[in-house]
């Protein structure tokens, strides 16, 4: 299967669910949209709430964490189509020391008016541990 | 085969599917197909997939007994299209070695295939498994 950004992934797979003019992850979201990370270490972020929160996260963890782009290997979606289920891996850069490790997520995805309002993404914290310490890439203290 | 841990986890199945799943009997592999698959990918020690229920039975006996997850509860259920439904649901258990607490959460995704499941992808927080392990070996 291709490797392709996320955001494209979640265009192919949402598709007309998805307002159309849309080009990156982040404007997928509604403006009160919610991003998850169930299984993130306790001493990183968990939830953010709206798309001003989600940004300025982004924009942070961009500077020390890169994607390679990820693999689709499930896509499950409720006959009402407002609830999607993604799986998909892919390989994660530690932008501070330039390796990388392989990563697996399943995503929780709400569609709402064109739009995500829920984003739950669960991800595997044992390679995330090991590559940027116990509490990831962007330990809550940090979190501008 | 008999496993008392995994009656909790049974339950909740049982409930969460309803007439969509007709078991074979009361155990949780009276659930699963012969030829089902079940997969862990985040399981502590590294990916786990094992295919069959004679193969599951064998794995189950080995870790049988180490955790009572003593109730599980439903966070969610989605179903979806092509027999697939999604679960989140989390259990408050127990380390049985240490009494350490094991409130782990978790992810899955079953498929359906003529009343029983042919598929279990299950989906948890391996550092609180390994937490407790480092907690047991400092002697806590």
């Known amino acids: 299967m291709a490797i392709r950004p996320l955001q494209d992934i979640l265009k192919a797979e949402l598709g007309d669910l998805l ?20 299984f993130a270490p306790d001493g990183a972020m968990h939830q953010l709430i709206g798309k001003p929160a989600i ?8 500077a020390i964490q890169g ?30 020391d330039g390796t990388s490790y392989a990563e697996q997520y399943l995503a929780v995805v709400r569609t709402e008016d064109g739009r995500i309002t829920l984003f739950r993404e669960y991800w595997n914290p044992v390679p995330v541990v090991a590559s940027f310490g116990p509490d990831g ?4 203290g940090e979190v501008a | 085969m008999d496993f008392p841990s995994l009656i909790p986890f049974t339950r909740m199945v049982t409930r969460a599917l309803a007439d ?15 030829d089902a698959v079940f ?11 094992v295919e069959g229920k004679a193969k599951m039975a064998e794995f189950l006996s080995s870790i049988e007994g180490g955790t009572d997850f003593r109730e599980f509860s439903l966070d969610a ?14 259990c408050r258990g127990r380390d049985a070695k240490s ?22 992808r299950e989906y948890l927080n391996p550092l609180l498994n390994m937490a407790i392990t480092a907690a047991t070996k400092a002697g806590a």
């Open chain 2, 20 to 34: 969509r799943l007709v078991p074979t009997g009361s155990e949780y592999l009276d659930m699963f197909h012969d």
């Open chain 2, 77 to 90: 259920s989605y179903p979806m299209t092509g027999d697939i439904v999604v679960m989140e649901y989390h």
């Open chain 1, 137 to 140: 890439p962007l330990p809550l």
């Open chain 1, 55 to 62: 940004a300025a996260y982004l924009k942070q963890l961009g």
């Open chain 2, 99 to 120: 009494g350490l607490p094991y409130p782990q959460r978790y992810v899955a995704v079953l498929q359906l295939r003529d009343g029983r499941l042919s598929l279990l």
């Open chain 1, 19 to 38: 307002a159309g003019e849309a080009t990156s992850f982040l404007d997928l979201f509604a403006e009160h949209g919610v991003l998850e990370c169930p």
């Open chain 2, 39 to 49: 997969d862990f990918p985040f399981s502590p020690g590294g990916p786990v997939r």
């Open chain 1, 67 to 96: 994607s390679g782009g990820m693999e689709l290997t499930g896509s499950y979606v409720t006959p009402a189509r407002d609830w999607h289920v993604l799986e998909y891996r892919g390989l994660v850069e530690n932008r501070r």
